[in-house]
């Protein structure tokens, strides 16, 4: 084994380099360390874990997928259902299993994550970018890192790619698999209530924010956060969530924008379904690989269970064995990122058709998003939707025999 010496600190030579200790990183880390693989994670913040550019909530449906649980001190809030706030007109509670979540500190969460890969095997370096990569014909033959302010050279035999939804890996490979119009792009405040908020996530669907949406995510009965994702609205993020915020009938019924504890700020790619990219000996995974439930960019989950198949199979390659990355995902993830890659589309299609107002697109939208409708027969609902929302959502709850309640905003 060789080592990198510097003045700064040591790094040991590899099998896979993972870059990015988000979700994805640290479940690549661990399953490649748990392969046996010689494993090295590094990322190029100080501390793992902040900033948090994030919503917080994650599905508890994904977490039993994962087999992971999630620790009791991460757990700041647990929600039953999800609401629908569509229009402004109708509200729907939504308790179906997909759509029931706990919020977390990802502060803690994320380094809890990395602390797994750690007790696993795999070493960890924070504050450790990776800075540019030589190639070697279509693999990458060796990795320039900045390492704790000085430069160090590996030469891992297989790398993941878990750097976020700006990858320098996508970029240094030319790879980039999804472009900015599916980016979606998120602010929110971590604010304190004026009066007790409602323990469950809240979805605003709506015109004057069109295709993207906004959320309440509860931290606790009186801290949430409270932001918006924005697809092809070009305006400053942080006055649109203040504008957003300070004139929302609900919303500012509980939030002034004058108890901001964090401002969160990220993107959230949302291309749909790429499956799980390879080039070369990188694998790509998490926000680098487009790989969240598009049709609300919830990521944390799927990165993770993405990350740790790639991280299994980058061990498998670093071990001269192949890997069948692509295959395993397809097998463990295909159906949740298909589904939401589907939905994703039919909203597009909603928001972007001439023949629907920002009414009847908010209140479709609601009916796709809860799968009251099938997006191929959404069109027949549209006069009932149109006329009486209150009774067609009704109708259309009671022949779903979804667990489901509909009322009036
Ligand atoms: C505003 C907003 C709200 C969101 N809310 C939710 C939510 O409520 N629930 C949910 O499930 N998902 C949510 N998401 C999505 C979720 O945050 C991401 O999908 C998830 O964090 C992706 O995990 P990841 O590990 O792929 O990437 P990241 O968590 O982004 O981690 C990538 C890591 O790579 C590191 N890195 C980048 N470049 C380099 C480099 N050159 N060298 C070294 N390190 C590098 C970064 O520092 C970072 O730590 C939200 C996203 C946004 C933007």
Same mark, same amino acid.
């Given at each position: 084994?060789?080592?990198?010496?510097?003045?700064?600190?040591?790094?040991?030579? !590899?099998?896979?380099?993972?870059?990015?200790?988000?979700?994805?990183?640290?479940?690549?880390?661990?399953?490649?360390?748990?392969?046996?693989?010689?494993?090295?994670?590094?990322?190029?913040?100080?501390?793992?874990?902040?900033?948090?550019?994030?919503?917080?909530?994650?599905?508890?449906?994904?977490?039993?997928?994962?087999?992971?649980?999630?620790?009791?001190?991460?757990?700041?809030?647990?929600?039953?259902?999800?609401?629908?706030?569509?229009?402004?007109?109708?509200?729907?509670?939504?308790?179906?299993?997909?759509?029931?979540?706990?919020?977390?500190?990802?502060?803690?969460?994320?380094?809890?994550?990395?602390?797994?890969?750690?007790?696993?095997?795999?070493?960890?370096?924070?504050?450790?970018?990776?800075?540019?990569?030589?190639?070697?014909?279509?693999?990458?033959?060796?990795?320039?890192?900045?390492?704790?302010?000085?430069?160090?050279?590996?030469?891992?035999?297989?790398?993941?790619?878990?750097?976020?939804?700006?990858?320098?890996?996508?970029?240094?490979?030319?790879?980039?698999?999804?472009?900015?119009?599916?980016?979606?792009?998120?602010?929110?405040?971590?604010?304190?209530?004026?009066?007790?908020?409602?323990? !469950?996530?809240?979805?605003?669907?709506?015109?004057?924010?069109?295709?993207?949406?906004?959320?309440?995510?509860?931290?606790?009965?009186?801290?949430?956060?409270?932001?918006?994702?924005?697809?092809?609205?070009?305006?400053?993020?942080?006055?649109?969530?203040?504008?957003?915020?300070?004139?929302?009938?609900?919303?500012?019924?509980?939030?002034?924008?004058?108890?901001?504890?964090?401002?969160?700020?990220?993107?959230?790619?949302?291309?749909?379904?790429?499956?799980?990219?390879?080039?070369?000996?990188?694998?790509?995974?998490?926000?680098?690989?487009?790989?969240?439930?598009?049709?609300?960019?919830?990521?944390?989950?799927?990165?993770?269970?993405?990350?740790?198949?790639?991280?299994?199979?980058?061990?498998?390659?670093?071990?001269?064995?192949?890997?069948?990355?692509?295959?395993?995902?397809?097998?463990?993830?295909?159906?949740?990122?298909?589904?939401?890659?589907?939905?994703?589309?039919?909203?597009?299609?909603?928001?972007?058709?001439?023949?629907?107002?920002?009414?009847?697109?908010?209140?479709?939208?609601?009916?796709?998003?809860?799968?009251?409708?099938?997006?191929?027969?959404?069109?027949?609902?549209?006069?009932?939707?149109?006329?009486?929302?209150?009774?067609?959502?009704?109708?259309?709850?009671?022949?779903?025999?979804?667990?489901?309640?509909?009322?009036?905003?």
């Amino acid at each position: 084994m060789t080592l990198a010496r510097n003045g700064a600190g040591e790094m040991k030579e !590899c099998d896979v380099l993972v870059v990015g200790a988000g979700p994805a990183g640290s479940g690549a880390a661990r399953a490649s360390a748990l392969a046996g693989a010689r494993t090295l994670m590094v990322d190029k913040k100080k501390e793992i874990g902040t900033p948090v550019q994030c919503g917080e909530v994650i599905g508890t449906d994904l977490v039993k997928r994962s087999g992971m649980r999630i620790p009791e001190n991460a757990i700041v809030s647990r929600q039953g259902f999800t609401r629908f706030v569509l229009g402004r007109e109708v509200t729907i509670d939504n308790s179906e299993p997909y759509w029931r979540g706990v919020t977390v500190e990802r502060k803690i969460f994320d380094k809890y994550l990395a602390f797994r890969a750690g007790f696993a095997g795999a070493a960890i370096q924070a504050d450790t970018k990776l800075l540019s990569v030589k190639m070697d014909g279509d693999s990458v033959k060796s990795c320039l890192l900045s390492h704790q302010g000085d430069e160090v050279e590996l030469s891992p035999k297989a790398i993941v790619a878990a750097d976020g939804v700006h990858s320098t890996l996508s970029k240094e490979l030319k790879a980039e698999f999804f472009s900015t119009r599916d980016v979606a792009r998120g602010v929110e405040f971590e604010l304190v209530a004026k009066r007790d908020i409602p323990q !469950c996530m809240q979805i605003f669907i709506e015109p004057e924010i069109g295709l993207g949406y906004g959320w309440i995510i509860p931290k606790g009965k009186r801290r949430a956060n409270v932001g918006v994702g924005l697809v092809g609205v070009n305006a400053s993020r942080r006055s649109f969530l203040e504008d957003w915020i300070t004139g929302h009938p609900v919303v500012s019924r509980y939030f002034d924008v004058d108890k901001v504890l964090e401002v969160k700020m990220g993107d959230a790619p949302v291309p749909g379904f790429l499956g799980g990219p390879v080039r070369g000996n990188v694998l790509f995974c998490g926000d680098a690989a487009g790989q969240t439930l598009a049709f609300v960019g919830e990521g944390i989950m799927p990165s993770y269970i993405c990350g740790s198949l790639a991280g299994k199979h980058a061990a498998l390659l670093s071990q001269g064995k192949g890997q069948r990355y692509e295959e395993d995902l397809v097998d463990n993830m295909a159906d949740q990122l298909m589904m939401g890659a589907l939905l994703r589309d039919t909203l597009v299609e909603l928001w972007s058709s001439d023949d629907l107002d920002g009414r009847m697109r908010s209140l479709l939208s609601g009916a796709v998003m809860n799968e009251l409708v099938s997006p191929d027969d959404m069109m027949h609902s549209l006069s009932a939707l149109e006329k009486d929302p209150l009774n067609a959502f009704k109708g259309l709850i009671k022949h779903s025999g979804r667990s489901m309640k509909v009322k009036r905003c």
